[in-house]
């Protein structure tokens, strides 16, 4: 309206101060003036950005990077093209972290299939890898162990133990390097053991043994008076039999451990003293360190004689064993194809390290500190960028103790220090299937794993050795439920799993990784859906805002879809994984690819300059009181803000707004603002249970793209099970 038409008009200006009046009778006075509110939008839930508190500070994409991992023997010559490689580049990670798949299937690891043996006329014992590079060697393997210990191990699980397989010229020997002569420590202050687990409980009263060289000159016997030895989260705790301690003899031995029968399930061995005695011709002094059974039988006598409830076979249907450690000593023929894992040279020629440092691998369980110590060198000779060594992966899952590991790690660690001092290094590499780890009470009744293996190092003065904590988050092993509940309760349980390590003796201040993340860490459908790709894209975030250093998401390299048995119950087809194989090797993105480039490419700034954390909420909760719209929000590098958004509820489209407080005041966050959201309109996974390809993604669009204009209030709605991101004008 113009000057001239309201005065021609007076009857609209009369109108016009009768609705101010009326406003200035509403609102609050502040400094003796009145303010006017302007209208907004009605929305379902409020997200507020509270730019006066920063969680944290990172450089931008060097702190979200990606696993890779060791694959089946000829398939890394067919996952590592170039075009594989560059569109696994185009999800916009940042750093690779090299994952260690033989040490989850108890296999030594030839990282360069130049080396040496401790007896290189008959091509056996342990293995050092040559530091000196020459050709690119392509593919690196594993090798069986055989004198390996577990029956179970978290590989293939194709393996057995040799304590149980029924072959009285194999054995089980314990790893030398956790013997008092490499520990300086004695042997009984962190001594070795055995555990047998029947299916039920049986009436045991007498143990036979067939001593290996060396034997136990000292031991005892125990059982669990828990519910479940493996996981031990009840209040259960071993307890000697009644007879339970006694004297080895070597040689095959009887001993009778309860005058009557009793009932268990879990029964442990533990050795404390050794005979130091190595095989006829030895000459290394590791043959004579540690403890060696070449069967063992546990049963009861009766009228009839001995009844062995031990199922002796060299197969997985053998009585499950499981042991403290196992020899690394091994054979040229001991080679197993199947754990095959890329060259170094491979990796940082493709460009996928992105010319950033890779977090290297090194063997703690089944390897030894001089082949550490050759690899470190190898690299410096490369000129490969290395600044962290993660020392072992998943040694919970192997049942190892944490004074053993801590043992190995502080080994490992002095090697490679005298080759560069300036290399950090860290552990565990936890592997996730429980809300906690935990291990066998000590003497004083600490199940902690975090917390014995930092006392183990602070009580040796050692904590200068551990650089960073390194853990796996796969949350949720049930594939077949609904995944609504698992995607409220995420941001919690890492909370709260992250306050318990302190709690248990983390420093607060030392750097904390996740080495690998994913839904779960059993193959199913959901990891193909937008709830697995939003695990995924949360745990990116949630680890900042929780004050984290680094992630790397695993599933970079293009995969199959498969089952196995966590999924058979509900017939759910899945892999973690961004690229899906199909029809002879092609490839073609899933729904983690586009949650990863919304992070990595419209989350983050592009620039490696810094980015703050700060807290973002929402006011929209489910019936527990969790959030149902998790939001976390950047002050980036150009001085834009982005705000990633998760909408958890499955069917409910919701209407957002953005607010700031700044100083305590509460604003709408102003300007345009550009929108990337990705949800069911874009993806959908559509399930053929194994047939073909296991299923395909249709549709399999890229995020919508639009732009909330200045006049809008920073309001849009959220898809249902949807991923957004909202960037403000710089």
Not at 150 to 167: A, E, F, H, W
Not at 485 to 501: F, G, M, N, S, Y
Not at 543 to 572: D, I, M, R
Request: charged share 25%; hydrophobic share 35%.
């Amino acid at each position: 309206m113009t000057f001239k038409q309201r005065h021609r008009e007076p009857w609209r200006v009369e109108k016009m101060v009768l609705l101010v009046v009326t406003a200035l009778l509403t609102v609050e006075m502040l400094d003796g003036f009145a303010v006017v509110p302007p209208t907004l939008p009605a929305v379902d839930a409020t997200v507020t950005i509270d730019l006066d508190t920063t969680l944290n500070e990172f450089p931008g994409t060097r702190v979200l990077g990606a696993g890779v991992d060791g694959l089946e023997e000829g398939e890394i010559d067919k996952v590592w093209t170039p075009a594989n490689v560059q569109a696994m580049k185009t999800a916009g990670f940042g750093p690779i972290s090299y994952r260690l798949r033989t040490e989850l299937g108890v296999k030594a690891w030839h990282w360069n299939p130049r080396g040496t043996w401790s007896d290189p006329a008959a091509e056996q014992g342990y293995w050092v890898s040559s530091d000196e590079p020459k050709e690119d060697y392509r593919a690196s393997q594993g090798y069986r162990l055989p004198r390996r210990g577990n029956t179970i191990d978290q590989g293939k699980n194709d393996g057995y133990s040799r304590l149980s397989d029924g072959d009285l010229s194999t054995f089980w020997k314990s790893n030398p390097y956790l013997d008092s002569h490499f520990t300086g420590e004695p042997d009984d202050l962190n001594p070795q053991w055995i555990m047998a687990v029947f299916p039920h409980a049986f009436p045991i009263d007498t143990v036979m043994f067939d001593w290996g060289t060396p034997f136990a000159t000292g031991f005892k016997v125990q059982y669990w008076s828990g519910k479940d030895a493996h996981f031990p989260v009840d209040d259960g705790k071993w307890v000697d039999f009644p007879l339970g301690t006694h004297t080895g003899t070597g040689g095959s031995q009887t001993v009778r451990i309860a005058p009557q029968p009793m009932d268990v399930q879990y029964l442990r061995i533990v050795l404390t003293q050794d005979s130091d005695t190595a095989p006829e011709g030895s000459t290394d002094v590791r043959d004579k360190l540690g403890f060696a059974v070449r069967e063992l039988s546990i049963g009861q006598e009766t009228a009839d004689g001995f009844v062995d409830y031990i199922a002796h076979t060299p197969s997985q249907e053998q009585t499950e064993m499981w042991t403290s450690s196992t020899d690394p000593w091994h054979s040229a023929g001991d080679i197993d194809k199947h754990y095959e894992h890329a060259s170094f040279e491979r990796l940082f020629d493709s460009g996928i390290t992105n010319g950033q440092p890779m977090m290297v691998p090194v063997p703690a369980l089944y390897g030894v500190p001089e082949d550490a110590a050759a690899l470190l060198r190898y690299l410096k000779k490369r000129g490969y960028p290395v600044e962290r060594v993660e020392i072992g992966e998943e040694p919970d899952g192997q049942l190892a103790q944490p004074e053993h590991y801590a043992a190995l790690y502080l080994q490992m660690a002095r090697a490679m220090k005298e080759v560069d001092p300036a290399v950090e290094f860290g552990g565990p590499g936890y592997q996730t299937t429980l809300p906690e780890w935990v291990h066998w009470p000590d003497a004083k009744g600490v199940r902690s794993w975090t917390g014995r293996f930092v006392s183990y190092l602070r009580e040796r003065n050692k904590m200068e050795d551990f650089d960073f904590f390194s853990f796996e988050w796969y949350p949720f092993d049930d594939v077949c439920a609904d995944p609504t509940a698992p995607l409220a309760e995420h941001p919690k349980l890492l909370k709260d799993l992250l306050v318990r390590q302190e709690q248990a003796g983390l420093p607060a201040d030392i750097p904390k990784v996740i080495t690998e993340y994913g839904y779960s860490s059993f193959a199913g459908q959901v990891e193909l859906e937008l709830p697995g790709a939003m695990i995924n894209a949360e745990t990116a975030a949630l680890f900042l805002a929780l004050g984290g250093e680094t992630s790397y998401y695993y599933g970079l390299e293009p995969n199959w879809v498969f089952q196995e048995k966590e999924g058979k119950n509900c017939n759910s087809w899945g892999n973690l994984m961004m690229l899906q194989f199909y029809d002879e090797w092609k490839i073609r993105p899933l729904a983690a690819f586009q949650a990863a480039r919304l992070v990595n490419e419209h989350w983050v700034h592009g620039s490696d300059g810094n980015h703050t954390v700060h807290t973002a909420t929402s006011d929209i909760n489910n019936q527990k009181g969790e959030p149902l719209v998790t939001a976390y929000a950047l002050r980036r590098p150009d001085g834009s803000l982005g705000v990633l958004l998760f909408n958890k509820d499955p069917q409910k489209s919701i209407k957002v707004r953005l607010m700031h407080k700044t100083g305590g005041e509460h604003d709408v966050v102003e300007g345009e603002i550009a929108l990337e959201q990705y949800g069911s309109a874009q993806y959908k996974w559509n399930p053929s249970q194994g047939e073909g390809n296991g299923g395909q993604p249709k549709p399999n669009q890229p995020p919508d793209s639009s732009v909330i204009k200045a006049d809008e209030a920073a309001t849009f709605t959220l898809p249902p099970h949807s991923i957004s991101v909202a960037v403000t004008e710089p």
